[in-house]
């Protein structure tokens, strides 16, 4: 496959056209933004470890019967995606309070919640991403109610598979960030799952190996990623 013209430049990766039809090529960058792109760096190799991360991250939902967009790695960087109509909501799944969620109401962070908790913020650049419900959702025409109602139950799903994943790492995972994107006719799983879309705390020092890093400037974010590349990717640093 060839990587041929870059169609779209996000915060984090660029899409570019391939030579095949229905693929593109995802590229993950070492740059980085918070705070609704106010607040901007870079990281040297953080690209790759995010994507060899996400990869994995992929292979592992695709063997436990989750649909992807996850094609292949045409190189350490770049992923190979199916060609896909991105549903215009980022779906949240909070286990622990933090973030956000510990400003808009009296949750204290660190709480555990007893059930995980599924949230849906409308992915616009221009409002800011606000939190959204299902009838204005479907006002908007972001999505259909049946769809939302599967998005929600695979949500819950991929989190079912991914907290004893990290657990047996070392890591709690207190929320992280989906995408799903429409394929001939099904929604799939798509975007990335990396460091930078989830919390990721170690189990026993609560200490953050995620974006909270370049967020609040804990620190070496570039250690932080490797310190999780080398525990889900051990193959890449053989
Ligand atoms: O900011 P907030 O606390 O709502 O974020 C919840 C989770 O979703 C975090 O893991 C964060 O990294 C992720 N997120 C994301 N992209 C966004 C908003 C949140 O990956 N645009």
């Known amino acids: 496959i060839q990587k041929l013209e870059?169609?779209?430049?996000?915060?984090?990766?660029?899409?570019?056209t391939t030579n095949d039809s229905g693929k593109y090529i995802s590229e993950f960058r070492d740059s980085l933004t918070a705070f609704n792109g106010d607040k901007k760096s870079e990281a040297p190799k953080k690209g790759y470890y995010n994507a060899?991360?996400?990869r994995k991250i992929f292979?592992?939902?695709?063997?436990?019967?989750?649909?992807?967009?996850?094609?292949?790695?045409a190189s350490d960087v770049d992923m190979i995606v199916d060609i896909v109509d991105i549903v215009k909501l980022e779906v949240i799944v909070r286990n622990i309070a933090a973030g956000s969620i510990t400003k808009k109401y009296p949750m204290p962070a660190g709480k555990v919640f007893e059930k995980p908790i599924v949230v849906?913020?409308?992915?616009?650049d221009e409002y800011q991403d606000p939190m959204i419900n299902e009838d204005i959702a479907a006002a908007l025409g972001v999505a259909t109610y049946e769809e939302m109602a599967y998005l929600k139950e695979t949500a819950l799903?991929?989190?079912s598979i991914l907290v004893p994943y990290f657990d047996k790492n070392g890591y709690l995972l207190p929320d992280f960030k989906l995408e799903f994107g429409r394929v001939n006719g099904e929604i799939v799983l798509a975007d990335e799952i990396s460091c930078?879309?989830?919390?990721?705390?170690d189990k026993v020092t609560k200490e953050s190996f995620d974006k909270d890093i370049f967020r609040?400037?804990?620190?070496?974010?570039?250690?932080a990623y490797e310190t999780v590349a080398r525990k889900l990717v051990p193959e890449i640093f053989e």
């Open 6 to 16: 870059p169609i779209y430049s996000g915060k984090a990766k660029t899409i570019y």
């Open 120 to 124: 849906f913020d409308y992915k616009s």
């Open 216 to 223: 609040f400037d804990k620190g070496d974010l570039t250690k």
């Open 196 to 201: 930078d879309t989830c919390r990721i705390w």
């Open 52 to 54: 060899q991360i996400s």
């Open 59 to 73: 292979e592992m939902l695709e063997e436990n019967g989750i649909k992807t967009h996850y094609k292949g790695m």
């Open 157 to 159: 799903k991929i989190n």
